[in-house]
């Protein structure tokens, strides 16, 4: 038998006490009084050859409850020799974690890494399973557990070093907490693999710098295994201390073309004074100096700055000792070029054009450059080879070559306006006049497919059934919908939208009950629409009369927008409305965005490609390190294709991506904020969160006392030898009781008698 803490056995020292007491002669509670006695002194009992002890066994159960209680507190347990020392056999799993955020590229803090993972190594028993894994943001696997285990036991060390050597610090963030959750499920399941007697036998060893900007808090996400330590492992860098800068540009408009710069210094650094200079296109620093700072240690600035004339790409920081996070890329918001096309053969005034209203609504945003253009039927008209850089909106009147190449323009991914801003032509009374009955001016006219064209004419002398013809075709090559019935509607005085699904996109900025009221827009005569067919369709506003007066159908890539009345004041009101400025530019903004993309990426982070996109170029690259184009082959991994992939960033700088469209952008990649923030974390934060950290062992024998204890305190914990010795405790200590209760009875009796 062995005992956990064998020092409490002391206390079995205790038994000396009962014995010492039965060995006492206790003083009769009766004594009887003699006259002849009074003038004597008091003679205690001595020490004589005639005491002795007569209750045996009240002696021994006392002395028994003292013993045992003394040996439970030492935590005995039963292990053979053969048990302990297997452990140098069996050997520990162990997983060597080493952080290659971007923290860790300081000066110096690399070797001393590499220099305390061969320590680790060296002091490994050569039968121990050694895995190698790195981490930033995600769990890098260098030498795997699976093939730790599969090693041979004479190659374990040899395999774990050559893996460490793979491994470079990054750009990316640390994620420490999620790291080691990993960590901890792989052992766990490798664990299970295994007989389940091989106990205290899994080891995590992290070998990084430690920074308080490293999250830790999702270990408090799962309970920590008893059969699994943690042993942390800080390197440090030859100089403590670091400063860096964060900016963004000013969002005020009365500050526009100026950027707000926060410089932090870091609590431990030795520098106060500083220098920012902004970069040009080719990383170049732009002269004069932009801000001379000092910025005492433990403390942040925020300085206001203006842009210079030229282009800018990012800011440099110098005067600082750490220089991995000192440059910062931005990408300047850029404005597109996008056209309106506007397709009607209005010859009336301005006011009964289409246009003349378009070009009052203010579109896009302020950097964008928007031009309305006007194009007739039968003139040429060139659309982008961006389909999201135009949005064409024509009249009723377009003819049928102009429906098929807005139809090929709304599959490739542009947007169409069409409105139908015409009245249908009065029709002859032939056909009324034969049935003894004749149309007025308000009545309803219908033109149907379905019925035969009638030779009468209108004012213009074109056939009823070639005006619905004509309207239908060009519906049916618009929508690939057919149009059953197109009727001119019967308008009293005015109609009035009755029904508005302010869920819309193009009506949701109008949801808030001071701009929803839609009362004061007036149509003096719009068309009512019969469709073959509803699915597909969707129809946000309606007439009061029920008729349909805002249709939207997706054609291809695109969408096909259908207003069944015009905006012109011969129409309606809706451009004389408050209404009309925000759905126009509702419509517009629609039409012309693309897919957004960040234009601020940090590195190390996976980022999604639109489909079609791909990276055309590196524009900048930050030259942080002279290892700097090796990481970037290493790191970049761009999946592109027709559905587009993931793009797994590396060195900070500058990316130009190139959409499917031909469209290209830029966009800055920069070190994450949390890795300049180089304090160092308090290991009990570790703890904090759930995690068993142990100390390091100096030597390797007291590595392997390490590893013995902590097999001997499982063994202990498993088979909890000292409850049964409680228990037995409490037996004894009841007969004790018991026998001298019947003791006491005894002497009674006998006293009484």
């Excluded at 007036?522 to 007439?543: C, N, Q, T």
């Excluded at 100390?695 to 498993?718: G, Y």
């Excluded at 000292?722 to 200590?733: K, N, P, S």
Aim: charged residues 25%; contains cysteine.
């Amino acid at each position: 038998m062995s005992m956990l803490t064998p020092l409490f056995a002391l206390a079995a020292l205790a038994v000396l006490g009962p014995i010492l007491l039965h060995l006492v002669r206790r003083k009769p509670k009766e004594t009887l009084s003699f006259s002849s006695l009074m003038f004597l002194e008091d003679s205690p009992p001595k020490w004589t050859q005639q005491s002795r002890i007569e209750q045996w066994l009240l002696l021994a159960l006392r002395s028994l409850v003292i013993a045992l209680l003394a040996l439970a507190f030492t935590r005995p347990y039963w292990a053979s020799a053969a048990k302990l020392t297997g452990s140098n056999e069996i050997g520990l799993k162990r997983i060597v974690l080493m952080d290659q955020s971007a923290s860790m590229r300081r000066a110096g803090i690399w070797d001393a890494a590499n220099a305390r993972v061969s320590d680790v190594l060296a002091n490994a028993n050569p039968a121990d399973v050694v895995a190698v894994y790195s981490f930033d943001q995600q769990l890098h696997p260098r030498l795997s557990l699976s093939a730790a285990v599969e090693t041979a036991i004479g190659n374990r060390k040899s395999a774990a070093g050559t893996a460490v050597r793979t491994i470079s610090p990054g750009w990316g963030e640390g994620d420490l907490g999620k790291a080691i959750n990993e960590c901890v499920d792989l052992l766990q399941r490798e664990q299970s693999d295994v007989d389940s007697g091989a106990i205290g036998d899994c080891e995590i060893v992290v070998v990084s710098d430690f920074v308080a900007g490293t999250p830790v808090e999702t270990l408090s996400e799962k309970e920590w295994p008893a059969r699994i330590s943690l042993r942390l492992e800080r390197v440090s860098p030859i100089q403590s201390g670091n400063a860096f800068f964060e900016m963004r540009a000013d969002e005020e408009s009365e500050n526009a073309g100026k950027w707000r710069v926060r410089v932090t210094n870091e609590p431990g650094s030795l520098r106060e004074r500083f220098r920012l200079n902004w970069l040009g296109e080719n990383g170049n620093r732009i002269e004069p100096i932009a801000l001379e700072c000092t910025v005492p240690a433990g403390q942040s600035m925020v300085y206001p700055l203006p842009a210079p004339d030229t282009a800018i790409r990012g800011m440099e920081l110098t005067g600082d000792d750490c220089v991995f996070d000192n440059r910062r890329f931005v990408v300047p918001a850029s404005g597109r070029t996008l056209r309106v096309l506007c397709l009607e053969d209005a010859d009336g005034g301005p006011e009964s054009t289409l246009r003349h209203f378009l070009e009052r609504v203010p579109l896009g945003s302020a950097e964008d450059s928007v031009v309305v253009l006007r194009v007739k039927s039968g003139e040429e008209w060139g659309v982008s080879a961006m389909p999201r850089d135009t949005w064409i909106v024509c009249s009723e009147t377009i003819s049928e070559r102009d429906a098929d190449r807005m139809h090929e323009f709304m599959k490739s991914g542009g947007h169409v306006l069409w409105v139908l801003d015409q009245p249908l032509k009065e029709i002859g009374r032939g056909e009324e006049r034969g049935r003894g009955k004749e149309i007025g001016r308000g009545e309803e006219r219908v033109l149907s497919t379905t019925e035969e064209a009638k030779p009468s004419l209108s004012e213009t002398g074109s056939s009823p059934g070639a005006v619905l013809q004509d309207i239908a075709s060009r519906f049916e090559k618009l929508s690939e919908c057919r149009l059953d019935v197109c009727t001119e509607a019967q308008v009293d005085q005015y109609s009035l939208l009755g029904r508005i699904d302010f869920k819309h996109p193009v009506f949701a900025p109008l949801v808030d009950s001071k701009f929803n009221d839609f009362s004061k827009v007036r149509y003096w005569r719009h068309r009512m629409l019969k469709l073959s067919e509803v699915d597909g369709w969707v129809i946000p506003a309606w007439f009061d009369s029920g008729s349909p007066a805002f249709l939207q159908r997706r054609i291809g890539d695109g969408e096909l927008t259908i207003l069944t009345a015009g905006w012109q004041p011969a129409e309606s009101q809706f451009a004389l409305s408050s209404k009309f400025v925000p759905i126009i530019s509702q419509l517009f903004s629609l039409a012309t965005t693309r897919e957004t993309i960040s234009t601020d990426w940090v590195a190390g982070r996976n980022y999604p490609l639109p489909g079609g996109s791909s990276v055309k170029r590196r524009n900048l690259l930050s030259s942080m390190g002279d290892d700097e184009e090796r990481s970037d082959k290493r790191f970049d991994n761009p999946s592109t294709g027709s559905d587009g992939g993931d793009f797994l960033t590396a060195s900070p700088g500058v990316l130009e991506l190139v959409d499917s469209d031909g469209a290209s952008r830029e966009v800055a990649i920069n070190i994450a904020s949390s890795e300049s923030r180089t304090a160092l974390m308090d290991y009990e934060e570790v703890s904090r969160y759930g995690a068993s950290v142990r100390e390091k062992p100096q030597t390797r024998e007291d590595e392997v006392h390490a590893e013995r204890l902590l097999m001997a305190t499982e063994l202990e914990s498993r088979q909890s030898l000292w409850w049964w010795l409680l228990a037995i405790v409490v037996v004894i200590a009841g007969c004790e009781s018991l026998l001298c209760i019947r003791k006491q009875g005894r002497t009674a009796e006998a006293v009484s008698a």
